[in-house]
């Protein structure tokens, strides 16, 4: 045991652990994004059905398949209904990724390893999304896992027995890409962009053969049931996963993510700026050398062998970065990914300039500002924060809540998680809907009219008495709960005595 304390690796387990672990479950559910996926997980638990994703038992939610839902109700179902449970699957992604890494330098660019886990776990981008419930983490897991498997292909190439080794490593190649797009569909496919074009470019006595018949199989073996099944049971429903969730996203401004011309520079240069602090510094030297080295590998095809890491890195890089500023779709987590080779490139220019390791003393004093960064956001007090509603919500309520009902406001899923209710968005007046995600679940006159009990209600407290009377019209009486919370009336209602 002494022996080990006093080894890198011994240290770096133990400040990824901390990192990863330290105040994750300190923070309640922030709406919306962490709200909607762990409602959907907890509607899956609820009913017993892992097949159909839903916001509420009456209504589906179709923007993403299910794999990160499936990986949450699978933790709180062990761990049990709190945030530490909602969040472990984000982490545990973050500690594959980080492990990813480590053994990606030591195949690409032996003897550092663990400079390059160190990069990657302490930027800023990396470990702030590994506290934020989303498909991102474990679909940048998921894919670094697929190039992980392509590099130990790549670079077995010789011997029979390694040949035979190395189309285990392109199976698992497959395996990974069927779980990333089970996480969040085609997009999940762009690395395979960066495997065809680097066999593309290398020598042909360097390149690897990936697409075997098999390898196809298996992935179609295991990312197309769950398609399949619920394209045959809600008709339609191909149409919009193909139309709605890739071509418009991709190519329109639908869903207002920045998709003006220049939103690219708004969201990417930021999210590259501050993501990768504190290796920001490296990583511009490394992109002020790019240019010198692109055109050398433009000019002489040889050198790409001998440069075969760098220039793998480089188009893991550049290729799926030029697909994000094209798309008309842009978020920061968009780029997750991407801080992998990141990571790798830093650590490569670190070591061209002689660098190793950062001192330890510094390691642990920004260790120290990242975990006070995340307990300062289990602190801060934000309209976000689903376990403050719930507070709210108990303190006024007179009785069990199995509902809560949002009337033309934003809804809270998170309470699903802190406050155990049912979670219903709910319009004034009947509306045309979507067949697929509609903007509402129901309308008031019919969520009025099914008399459930032990319904809490919710409406910005500028609309009160609109709606009050609007209740009163329909042969109800509405009662405010309490002060206004946070700008809201939480109400119940029941039926007007005569």
């Known amino acids: 045991m002494p022996r080990l304390l006093r080894t890198p690796g011994f240290w770096i387990c133990a400040l990824v652990l901390a990192l990863a672990f330290g105040f994750l479950g300190s923070r309640g559910i922030w709406d919306p994004d962490e709200g909607r996926y762990t409602n959907v997980a907890l509607n899956m638990l609820d009913s017993g059905d892992w097949l159909n994703p839903r916001r509420h038992h009456e209504v589906g939610h179709w923007t993403k398949p299910p794999l990160t839902y499936w990986a949450i109700a699978s933790s709180v179902a062990v761990f049990g209904h709190n945030p530490w449970a909602a969040r472990l699957p984000a982490a545990l992604a973050y500690l594959l990724s980080v492990w990813l890494v480590w053994r990606l330098a030591r195949r690409m660019m032996p003897g550092t390893q663990h400079q390059a886990a160190v990069v990657y776990a302490t ?40 040949d035979r080794v190395g189309l285990g490593w392109v199976a698992l190649m497959w395996v990974a890409f069927a779980l990333a797009f089970l996480t969040k ?23 690897r053969r990936t697409l075997h018949w098999w390898g196809l199989g298996l992935f179609v073996l295991l990312a197309l049931p769950w398609y399949v099944a619920v394209v045959l049971n809600h008709p339609g429903l191909f149409e919009y996963f193909i139309g709605d969730e890739v071509v418009n996203r991709v190519t329109t401004n639908e869903f207002g993510r920045h998709g003006e011309w220049y939103g690219w520079l708004q969201v990417y240069l930021p999210t590259l700026l501050i993501g990768t602090l504190p290796w920001s510094a490296p990583l511009w030297r490394w ?43 842009r978020m920061p987590l968009y780029l997750l990914p991407l801080f992998v080779p990141i990571a790798l490139a830093i650590t490569a220019q ?43 919500i108990r303190a006024r309520s007179h009785g069990p809540v199995q509902e809560v009902a949002f009337l033309e406001d934003m809804t809270r899923y998170g309470l699903h998680l802190h406050l155990g209710a049912e979670i219903e968005k709910v319009a004034l007046d009947p509306q045309p809907q979507a067949r697929f995600n509609p903007v509402n679940d129901t309308d008031l006159a019919r969520e009025l009219a099914e008399h459930e009990p032990h319904v809490v209600w919710v409406c910005k407290q500028a609309r009160w008495e609109e709606f009050r009377a609007r209740i009163d019209a329909l042969g109800y009486r509405a009662t405010a709960l309490g002060t206004p919370y946070r700008g809201r009336v939480i109400f119940q209602v029941e039926p007007a005595r005569r």
Request: charged content about 20%; aromatic content about 10%.
């Open 123 to 162: 930027m800023l981008l990396p470990l702030g999304a590994s506290q934020l419930i989303t498909t991102d983490y474990l679909l940048a897991a998921f894919e670094t896992l697929a190039l992980y498997a392509f590099v130990e292909a790549q670079w077995r190439v010789g011997t029979a027995a390694r």
């Open 185 to 207: 569909g085609p997009p999940a496919l762009l690395p395979l962009l960066v495997v065809f074009a680097f066999n593309l470019l290398l020598p042909r006595e360097r390149r």
């Open 287 to 329: 992109l002020r050398s790019l240019p010198a080295q692109l055109r050398r590998w433009h000019r002489d095809r040889a050198t790409r062998g001998e440069d075969a890491p760098a220039l793998l890195l480089a188009l893991w890089i550049l290729l799926p970065l030029l697909v994000f500023c094209l798309s008309k779709s």
């Open 350 to 392: 670190r070591t061209s300039e002689g660098r190793g390791l950062p001192r330890w003393p510094w390691l642990a004093a920004w260790a120290g500002v990242l975990l006070a960064l995340k307990l300062g956001a289990a602190l801060w007090p934000t309209h976000k924060n689903a376990a403050e509603w719930a507070d709210a």
